[in-house]
């Protein structure tokens, strides 16, 4: 049974009912949701036709046309050449942008790097990091006012910058971030990207200008690999490390210096970006839902007792993985996930879908669609409670098939850790009067940050 009072229940930010009618374009801004084009149609089919300006894109949210469209038939659905030119331009020619043999190679060498064990080895970083993060909570006034997006985007970014460089280094994860935050903000859409003769022209000035961007970080990522390369064995065991070092299970390939380039920016993009969007989102619904913050609050005094989280915590932490996948389905780090090119004509639940035609399956649509959720807008941890079944394909925060993310657990572990070390002994009350808006680039993030108020509770003694 759930255990928030409906009656009580706030109106959460992304609530606004989608429009009637479709709008001639996809993009368009609105506070209240990322994909404010999008009819109530979309939302209510399980496969959906949109035909506009920009072409026919059919919107897929039966968890089996999902599966069709992911797992079963994925051959016949690629990412588009466009976003794979976009992320090329953006960030390298990593997993992000990869198709075909070439992304497969990647993910074959990539994936022990990003296996439990692996995570395992990165949790004593994560769970210090996140330790001292509270620790310097602690040292605030009661009733500081701080910008929580903010501050969750710098603990994720110290985190990421340890796993990945250790220690140290000519490479600074703040050096990373203002250069992807600089690239990201270039990605522009502009329609003449969609005429032939002026696509080319388009794309070569984004090249340009992004080559700038990242000119004098690459000098030093190029550094750094060429030093750890030197030390051999002696090199710490970072993720850097064990990208230079990873091989193609069946080819026994290694990386160039180039890839792991591209990779390393990647995973900034992915590693990063989304954990901190997903902690920001989750501070905001426990501000929301004080129910849910108290059992919260119970499980954590219960399981840590007051002492730091670890790794072998997690398991137990049941109704904090509740409530960090409530609010990912509510607002998915990347709500867009992409759009796919029908290769061939197919035919999804009955659905005839024409060669080239824009296949797109969209968490924000899926995780909020009326036939798989029952009031989709509202917030309710107890949707993921231990026994509660769902069909696989209804909940995708790290999308699914070959291409699932490579670092969920990564990212799952490093929000839980965070949660876990900073709830047991903080709340956050969101500062009065603010309106929070959504920001869709790439990721969903607050738009304007996310000012909260830090409370001290009492954790129960060790």
Known sequence: MSVIDIASEPRLVGAKPPPAK????????????????????????????????????????????????????????????????????????????????GWRAHRRTMAPAFAPPSITAYGPVMSDAALAFADRWAGLAEGTEIDVAREMSDLTLEIIGLTMFSAGGAVSARSVETALARATDSLTFNPLYLVPGAAGLMFRRLDRKIRTIFAELDAAIAGMIAEREAQGEAAPK?????????????????????????????????????????MA?????????????????AELDQVLGGRAPTVADLPKL??????????????????????????????????????????????????????????????????????????????LPFSGGPRVCIGAQFAVAEALLILAATAQRFRLELKPGHRVEIHHRITMRPAGGLPMILRRRQAAAS
């Open 22 to 101: 479709a709008s001639p374009l996809l993009g368009g801004k609105d506070p209240e949701t990322p994909f404010p084009g999008i009819p109530v149609g979309a939302y209510e089919q399980g496969v959906f036709v949109q035909r506009s300006i920009l072409g026919t894109w059919i919107f897929v949210s039966d968890p089996e046309g999902v599966k069709r469209v992911l797992l079963d038939h994925v051959a016949n659905y690629p990412k588009t050449p466009m976003e794979r030119r976009f992320f090329q331009a953006a960030f390298g020619d990593g997993l992000l942008s990869r198709d075909g043999e």
């Open 238 to 278: 970072d993720l850097l490390a064990r990208l230079i070092a990873a091989r193609d299970s069946e080819t026994g390939a290694k990386m160039t210096p180039a890839e792991v380039r591209d990779e390393v920016i990647t995973i900034f993009v992915a590693g990063h970006e989304t954990t901190a969007a997903a």
């Open 281 to 297: 989102w989750v501070w905001y619904l426990l501000s929301q839902h004080p129910a849910v913050e108290a059992r919260l609050h």
């Open 318 to 395: 049941t109704y904090a993985r509740m409530v960090l996948d409530e609010a990912m389905r509510l607002y998915p780090p990347a709500p867009g996930t992409s759009a796919r090119l029908a290769l061939a004509d197919d035919e999804i639940c009955g659905v005839k879908i024409p060669k080239g035609a824009n296949v797109v399956v969209a968490p924000w649509i899926l995780h909020r669609h009326r036939t798989l959720w029952d009031r989709p807008e509202r917030f309710d941890p107890e949707r993921f409670a231990p026994g509660v079944e769902r069909p696989r394909f209804a909940y």
